[in-house]
T-cell receptor
Framework: EAQVTQNPRYLITVTGKKLTVTCSQN?????MSWYRQDPGLGLRQIYY???????DKGDVPEGYKVSRKEKRNFPLILESPSPNQTSLYFC????????????FGDGTRLSIL | QKEVEQDPGPLSVPEGAIVSLNCTYS??????FMWYRQYSRKGPELLMY????GNKEDGRFTAQVDKSSKYISLFIRDSQPSDSATYLC????????????FGTGTQLKVEL
């Protein structure tokens, strides 16, 4: 089954404790991206990757890092999480840069205390 | 002012009703228009994808784009309880790669 898998689905943690949210896709997609979804603000792109070793900032990259060492994986790293990063995070992938649709994972709900 | 405005709802309708969901936008460069459906605790899934102005129909769903008014709509005919979800509009400009600008979503509940 074609899917984008995120882990964990839920996480409660404390300010400053480094965390990684993993994202994996099994569709051999070149393009992957991370979004955060906040009430009243909608989905906003954090980072994206056009292919292995190629990443770029989206609209709200501050406080986040990403890496793309393999085509299927695109982890999101919060080196020093802060409460304003409490949000619902989605990973998405598509065949190529510019292609639709984007396939979304089921989300990771992060709470930073 | 946000680039894309969408009424958050919630919108509650009886089963079988025709539902109209709308977005307005300010960026005249947008040429590609999408509607995503998001069920509770799930990621968005693409429902409709249209280019420029006009209508597109897919089963019970019709997407309409009026570029002169900067207004897009999604109509759902014969609405079902399974249509209960949040509907997100999204838009992108040519050459914008995969950069989508999303509305905040309208929560729809179809009641038996």
């Amino acid at each position: 089954e074609a899917q984008v898998t995120q882990n964990p689905r839920y996480l409660i943690t404390v300010t400053g404790k480094k965390l990684t949210v993993t994202c994996s896709q099994n569709m051999n997609h070149e393009y992957m991206s991370w979004y955060r979804q906040d009430p009243g603000l909608g989905l906003r792109q954090i980072y994206y990757s056009m292919n292995v070793e190629v990443t770029d900032k989206g609209d709200v990259p501050e406080g986040y890092k990403v890496s793309r060492k393999e085509k299927r994986n695109f982890p999101l790293i919060l080196e020093s999480p802060s409460p304003n990063q409490t949000s619902l995070y989605f990973c998405a992938s598509s065949l190529n840069y510019g292609e639709q649709p984007q396939h979304f994972g089921d989300g990771t709900r992060l709470s930073i205390l | 002012q946000k680039e894309v405005e969408q009424d958050p709802g919630p919108l509650s309708v009886p089963e079988g009703a025709i539902v109209s969901l709308n977005c307005t936008y300010s960026n005249s460069a947008f040429q590609y228009f999408m509607w995503y459906r998001q069920y509770s605790r799930k990621g968005p899934e693409l429902l409709m994808y249209t280019y420029s102005s006009g209508n597109k129909e897919d089963g019970r769903f019709t997407a309409q784009v009026d570029k002169s008014s900067k207004y897009i709509s999604l109509f759902i005919r014969d609405s079902q309880p399974s249509d209960s979800a949040t509907y997100l509009c999204a838009m992108k400009a040519p050459g914008g790669g995969n950069k989508l600008t999303f509305g905040t979503g309208t929560q729809l509940k179809v009641e038996l």
